[in-house]
């Protein structure tokens, strides 16, 4: 079955520096998402992404964030300058169409800023 | 805006048992609906996706049940075993847009030998 798959699984970092999460979504998916959880809360939606550009957004994703497809594999996340807040699960997840089509999601990965 | 609840939060039965998780959502204009697995620390697993026009969807032990018109679906888990034992989560897409997904919280599910 093919899968997402993200890497890596956890990364620490201090307050204030830059990370990349990496993702490579299912090579004929088109549609690749972000959505993160913090620890006890729901599962939240942060940016999807279609057509090597931003298709959506919600309110979390803000200058701080940004998404990129560099080689047409992988899909990253980049968080500029973290903030404590930051500290939560990381899910990348793509779909091969809309609307009909479920989410294929990775196994996350644990972000703790310290 | 669409909610997404699940009841119960928890659930401990003993090995063996049928179980019935519930979600309800609060916009009933939806394409599917999508019930994950999510064992402790770790990703999403997808079970079962039960499309708008169906009313129930199968998979081995699980059964997803799907009442679009009342803003409910079940999963319906039989003969338990420990191995079961995760959070299930129901998420179902916004029905607009690129479909994202809004998430319940879970229901936590202990299953003892």
């Known amino acids: 079955e093919p899968e997402v798959t993200q890497t890596p699984s956890h990364q620490v970092t201090q307050m204030g520096q830059e990370v990349i999460l990496r993702c490579v979504p299912i090579?004929?998916?088109?549609?690749f998402y972000w959505y993160r959880q913090i620890l006890g809360q729901k599962v939240e939606f942060l940016v999807s992404?279609?057509?090597?550009?931003?298709?959506?957004k919600s309110e979390i994703f803000d200058d701080q964030f940004s998404v990129e497809r560099p080689d047409g594999s992988n899909f990253t996340l980049k968080i500029r300058s973290t903030k404590l807040e930051d500290s939560a699960m990381y899910f990348c997840?793509?779909?091969?169409?809309?609307?009909?089509?479920?989410?294929?999601f990775g196994s996350g990965t644990r972000l703790t800023v310290v | 805006k669409q909610e997404v609840t699940q009841i119960p939060a928890a659930l401990s039965v003993p090995e063996g048992e049928n179980l019935v998780l519930n979600c309800s959502f609060t916009?009933?204009?939806?394409?599917?609906l999508q019930w994950f697995r999510q064992d402790p620390g770790k990703g999403l697993t997808s079970l079962l996706l039960?499309?708008?026009?169906?009313r129930e969807q199968t998979s081995g032990r699980l059964n997803a049940s799907l009442d679009k018109s009342s803003g409910r679906s079940t999963l319906y888990i039989a003969a338990s075993q420990p191995g079961d034992s995760a959070t299930y989560l129901c998420?179902?897409?916004?029905?607009?847009?690129?479909?994202?997904?809004?998430f319940g919280k879970g229901t936590m599910l202990l299953v003892s030998p």
């Open positions: 992404f279609y057509n090597n550009e931003i298709s959506e």
């Open positions: 998420a179902v897409p916004l029905n607009s847009g690129y479909s994202t997904l809004t």
């Open positions: 090579s004929n998916h088109l549609y």
């Open positions: 916009d009933s204009a939806i394409y599917n």
């Open positions: 997840a793509s779909r091969a169409g809309l609307n009909m089509y479920g989410y294929t």
């Open positions: 039960i499309q708008s026009s169906q």
